[in-house]
């Protein structure tokens, strides 16, 4: 089964980027969703990109977040800009098919998260 590994978290200033890479052990038929979580709160989706190449993101993000995959490497990515406080979390990509993944959170395979951390 397909194997994702996060990476490019780290720590930034609010207005600060961040590019997140979600390393994918074989191309991704499944759409690869991003999903973040921070500590006594509920995973949040993000976005998703489909195997076409669109992609969706919540408003919350919109116009600030990209989704994006190199389809010969097989990497997804998510760029950050414009970060907030409020963006800080631990970052997931994960793989699965319908709304039950994206954005429901119940998606097959999952990377073990990249800290993003973003200060004031």
């Known amino acids: 089964w397909p194997q994702l590994v996060e990476s490019g978290g780290g720590s930034v200033q609010a207005g600060g980027s961040l590019r997140l890479s979600c390393q994918a052990s074989?191309?991704?038929?499944?759409?690869v969703a991003w999903f973040r979580q921070t500590p006594g709160k509920e995973r949040e989706a993000v976005g998703v990109?489909?195997?076409?190449?669109?992609?969706i993101v919540v408003d919350s993000v919109k116009g600030r977040f990209t989704i994006s995959r190199d389809n010969i490497k097989n990497i997804l990515f998510l760029e950050m800009n414009s970060l907030k406080p409020d963006d800080t979390a631990m970052y997931y990509c994960?793989?699965?098919?319908?709304?039950?993944?994206?954005?429901?959170?119940?998606?097959?395979?999952w990377g073990q998260g990249t800290q993003v951390t973003v200060s004031s």
């Open positions: 990109i489909y195997s076409s190449g669109s992609t």
């Open positions: 994960a793989a699965g098919w319908g709304p039950d993944c994206y954005p429901g959170g119940q998606c097959m395979y």
């Open positions: 074989e191309y991704m038929h499944m759409p």
